[in-house]
């Protein structure tokens, strides 16, 4: 697989992975733009803006954007988190660079008063959605609850009173800032021709204008508070625990991932053995996400009621006695494993490349072969982990509760 | 996408089918057994998800805790589920570790520790795992469109029934554990990047169990009623339906696949288009085929705010009803793309082929290959498609809704 780079005047960033032995290929615009990015007024536009992408440019009505992507067979989506905007399709080789060309012009749409009003019911239909989704629920509100006032605690999606509250003039003028050509990455993986796609882009993204995007990078620790949701028609008690853990520009994120892989990967993992092996939570899990300047450990914790505090005294002790012993060789060179594998499976199709690829380019300006990543997984030893626990002390921890109890 | 294709039969009867992928590192694999939910004994629905769990904990001369780290340190992707006619083991992993692995599922499947106290502990995650759909409604709903569609047993709720899960006996559910693996009802599939005379060869001395009586099949039952609503206080009326169709081996299956993309294949459908795009009326919403060896149907699951699910519900069946009534060229031509990339993206995951060729082999027969179904594809035309739909009109609709208010039906 060769990698290939191009840079716009404009500051568009243009990459590429090659492999012409692929069946298919994938594209996708990655934008540094999310609800962190976000101000009260306007909770929830980048998410609702993502939606509006898709209503099309002045040349394309929505229908028309819709019946185009499916000509070309494509696999399509977008998706927005706190940080960034993904807009990505996988197709067949030969549509690769008629996808590519859509995507281009709906970097630049019309924002239609008409289509907006639409679309608004859609986001409010998808926030009653998620209300209903207790698994969800329970983490927006710990990270908001964790993050306090850092950005990172902003909902992706906003609330029904900030949507509702929204003009399509706001959104137009967030978009202005936030949709600049500097501010953007046009990634492609598979099977295609790198020269034409940066011939294309330069054709139809030149005139795109730079503007001025900044983000605040601070790190934070979270305000390690505690809070219970009391809702009695919940048949299961939800949990939600974050602790600070490394950023994505952090070289030992790899350590901090396989940390989380050895505490709560639902197979022999510490919380497998402590939670779900004695079925006293059907749901045990952490991992780490690393973010832009800052990170967070998840754990997400899902049982019957009347086990709680059993359930969280079990998780004090794992950290209490991760605290004072580490973690083994023999549980690192597992936890390794499974991620090996887990590389190399999802590297095995074009559209699994694509969003490692993106993501390193927005976060770290690099390039990551996937045998750098294997090579930075097997690097990882005890030593790497033991420094991270005691760093980042996982036992202290923000909770949100959600659930039937009251406490 | 000629991948190549490999079937062999072992003397017991056990089927092994492969599909090699080249250019890969990974290899998947999955054994069906045939221990579905439709075969197990009256009273024990459910048994199944506490067999997923339990065969895991203790399996040969291994401990629980053994296998377990056994299974990750090969960096094992494991998976157990179960559908209406066989549980299944899937299983993903670098393709060099898979000799080990297969070693770890015979034991798994021939030799499983079967001890009571582990029973209890996975019936007891069952019991917890039942009780949180009750928390998730999307998936709930499904559950009980499923239960009411198919005739009995054939939509018995894998994830089980309350009252029965609680009552489940140990010694009847180690019964069916032992009378699960009969080989000449089990097919084994594998995908990526392997030697296929090897693996035979390994799984040749493996499983060398003869067939034993195995678990019997029943007779269908009556289907459930035609509309139900479940009371929730929740946010939304969440809204299941489903239609019969005929099965994945009627000459009609092309047909069927193309009719539901055009339905509901991507944004272009018509199901988005009518329900989200034009009206606003849903986030998600959207219209799948569900095929079983001797039932099948499209189901079709929305999600809206109370006040607008009579309206949802409404424009949903019109556009179900209006099919038959035209297609135009281009939108049978854009379901062709949809169902050609999907399938060549298909033949890139081991994992997904794997799955595949197993089913085929069950439902069909035979596997397809990859090309023949793309030629299937090919020569479908709009003529075709709504001769099929007239023929098949959808009239006959089982519906559930789950919510605050019910619906008219």
Not at chain 1, 158 to 163: D, M, Q
Not at chain 1, 213 to 226: H, I, N, P, Q, V
């Given at each position: 697989m060769n990698f290939e780079y191009q840079k716009l005047d404009n500051g568009l960033t243009i990459i590429g992975e090659v492999d012409p032995l692929a069946q298919s290929a994938a594209v996708g615009f990655f934008v540094r733009t999310g609800a962190r990015d976000e101000t009260p007024q306007i909770s929830g536009v980048s998410h609702y803006l993502e939606h509006m992408l898709f209503k099309g440019t002045d040349a394309l009505s929505a229908l028309e954007v819709n019946a185009a992507f499916d000509r070309l067979g494509a696999k399509f989506n977008a998706f927005t988190s706190e940080e960034n905007t993904v807009y990505y399709a996988a197709v067949l080789p030969e549509y690769l660079m008629d996808v590519a060309g859509l995507w281009i012009q709906l970097m630049r749409p019309s924002l239609r008063n008409d289509d907006f009003d639409i679309e608004k019911n859609v986001i409010l239909e998808e926030i009653a959605m998620y209300k209903d989704l207790p698994q969800f629920e329970v983490m927006d509100q710990a990270r908001a609850l964790h993050f306090g006032t850092h950005p990172c605690g902003?909902?992706?999606?906003?609330?029904?009173?900030?949507?509702?509250?929204?003009?399509?003039?706001?959104?137009?003028?967030?978009?202005?800032?936030?949709?600049?050509?500097?501010?953007?990455?046009?990634?492609?993986?598979?099977?295609?021709?790198?020269?034409?796609?940066?011939?294309?882009?330069?054709?139809?993204?030149?005139?795109?204008?730079?503007?001025?995007?900044?983000?605040?990078?601070?790190?934070?620790?979270?305000?390690?508070?505690?809070?219970?949701?009391?809702?009695?028609?919940?048949?299961?008690?939800?949990?939600?625990?974050?602790?600070?853990?490394?950023?994505?520009?952090?070289?030992?994120?790899?350590?901090?991932?396989?940390?989380?892989?050895?505490?709560?990967?639902?197979?022999?993992?510490?919380?497998?053995?402590?939670?779900t092996e004695p079925a006293l939570a059907e749901i045990a899990a952490m991992q780490c996400e690393s973010m832009d300047g800052t990170g967070v450990f998840y754990s997400y914790l899902c049982c019957d009621p009347d086990k709680t505090p059993k359930v969280l005294d079990i998780i004090r002790n794992i950290f209490a006695e991760l605290e004072k012993t580490g973690v083994s060789e023999a549980e690192l060179e597992t936890a390794r494993n499974k991620m090996l594998s887990a590389v190399t499976i999802k590297c095995e199709q074009p559209m699994g490349r694509l969003v490692s690829l993106g993501f390193n380019w927005i976060y770290n300006c690099n390039y990551q072969s996937v045998q750098q990543n294997v090579d930075a997984i097997k690097a990882v030893n005890a030593a790497d982990i033991s420094d991270i626990i005691y760093r980042l002390k996982p036992s202290k921890f923000t909770m949100l509760s959600l659930g039937p109890n009251s406490d | 996408m000629n991948n190549t294709l490999d079937i062999y039969q072992l003397k017991n009867g056990m089927i092994l089918l492969g599909e090699r992928i080249e250019n890969v590192h990974s290899a998947s694999f999955q054994f069906l057994l045939p221990a579905g939910a439709s075969l197990l004994p009256d009273r024990c629905c459910g048994a199944s998800s506490v067999i997923n769990d339990w065969l895991f904990r203790g399996a040969g001369d291994r401990s629980s805790r053994e296998l377990i780290e056994a299974f990750d340190r090969l960096g094992v992707h494991r998976h157990a589920s179960t559908s209406a006619h066989h549980l299944s083991l899937n299983a993903s992993l670098e393709a060099g570790n898979l000799p080990s692995a297969l070693e770890l599922y015979a034991d798994v499947i021939g030799r499983p520790q079967l001890a009571a106290k582990q029973f209890e502990l996975s019936r007891q995650l069952a019991v917890s795992e039942l009780q949180g759909l009750d928390d998730d409604p999307r998936q709930k709903i499904m559950t009980l469109l499923y239960e009411q569609f198919y005739p009995d047993p054939f939509g018995r709720p894998a994830i089980g029934k309350l009252d029965q899960l609680q009552a489940l006996p140990f010694e009847r559910t180690a019964d069916?554990?032992?009378?699960?693996?009969?080989?000449?009802?089990?097919?084994?599939?594998?995908?990526?990047?392997?030697?296929?005379?090897?693996?035979?060869?390994?799984?040749?001395?493996?499983?060398?169990?003869?067939?034993?009586?195995?678990?019997?099949?029943?007779?269908?039952?009556?289907?459930?009623?035609?509309?139900?609503?479940?009371?929730?206080?929740?946010?939304?009326?969440?809204?299941?339906?489903?239609?019969?169709?005929?099965?994945?081996?009627?000459?009609?299956?092309?047909?069927?696949?193309?009719?539901?993309?055009?339905?509901?294949?991507?944004?272009?459908?018509?199901?988005?288009?009518?329900?989200?795009?034009?009206?606003?009326?849903?986030?998600?919403?959207?219209?799948?085929?569900?095929?079983?060896?001797?039932?099948?149907?499209?189901?079709?699951?929305?999600?809206?705010?109370?006040?607008?699910?009579?309206?949802?519900?409404?424009?949903?069946?019109?556009?179900?009803?209006?099919?038959?009534?035209?297609?135009?060229?281009?939108?049978?031509?854009?379901?062709?793309?949809?169902?050609?990339?999907?399938?060549?993206?298909?033949?890139?995951?081991?994992?997904?082929?794997?799955?595949?060729?197993?089913?085929?082999?069950?439902?069909?027969?035979?596997?397809?290959?990859?090309a023949e179904i793309r030629e299937k594809i090919e020569t479908l035309s709009v003529d075709s498609v709504l001769r099929f739909l007239q023929k098949h009109p959808f009239e006959d609709f089982t519906i559930v809704t789950i919510g605050p208010n019910a619906v008219t039906v």
């Open positions: 902003n909902s992706v999606l906003g609330t029904n009173e900030s949507v509702s509250a929204l003009t399509a003039s706001q959104m137009r003028s967030y978009f202005s800032k936030r949709y600049a050509p500097n501010n953007m990455v046009l990634a492609c993986s598979g099977n295609f021709d790198f020269k034409a796609l940066c011939q294309l882009a330069q054709e139809q993204c030149a005139a795109w204008g730079a503007v001025d995007t900044t983000r605040e990078l601070e790190d934070f620790r979270g305000t390690f508070r505690t809070k219970h949701l009391q809702n009695e028609n919940l048949a299961r008690q939800h949990i939600c625990l974050l602790s600070p853990a490394l950023s994505m520009q952090d070289p030992r994120r790899f350590a901090a991932s396989l940390l989380g892989m050895i505490l709560g990967d639902d197979s022999g993992s510490r919380y497998y053995w402590g939670l | 069916i554990v032992k009378r699960m693996p009969d080989p000449s009802k089990t097919l084994f599939s594998i995908c990526g990047n392997y030697d296929f005379d090897a693996v035979c060869k390994q799984i040749e001395i493996l499983f060398d169990a003869q067939s034993n009586q195995g678990l019997i099949e029943k007779q269908p039952a009556s289907k459930g009623k035609h509309y139900s609503h479940f009371p929730s206080e929740g946010a939304q009326v969440h809204i299941g339906l489903m239609t019969p169709m005929p099965t994945v081996a009627s000459e009609f299956y092309y047909e069927i696949a193309a009719a539901v993309s055009v339905l509901s294949g991507s944004m272009s459908s018509r199901l988005f288009t009518e329900v989200r795009e034009k009206r606003g009326l849903c986030y998600a919403v959207g219209a799948n085929y569900r095929t079983m060896r001797d039932y099948a149907g499209i189901s079709c699951y929305a999600g809206t705010t109370p006040d607008k699910a009579q309206q949802t519900l409404d424009v949903i069946l019109e556009q179900f009803r209006l099919l038959k009534d035209g297609i135009s060229t281009d939108e049978l031509q854009r379901a062709k793309v949809g169902l050609k990339t999907s399938l060549i993206m298909q033949g890139e995951s081991t994992c997904a082929r794997s799955s595949s060729i197993a089913a085929d082999h069950f439902l069909l027969g035979r596997v397809r290959e990859l």
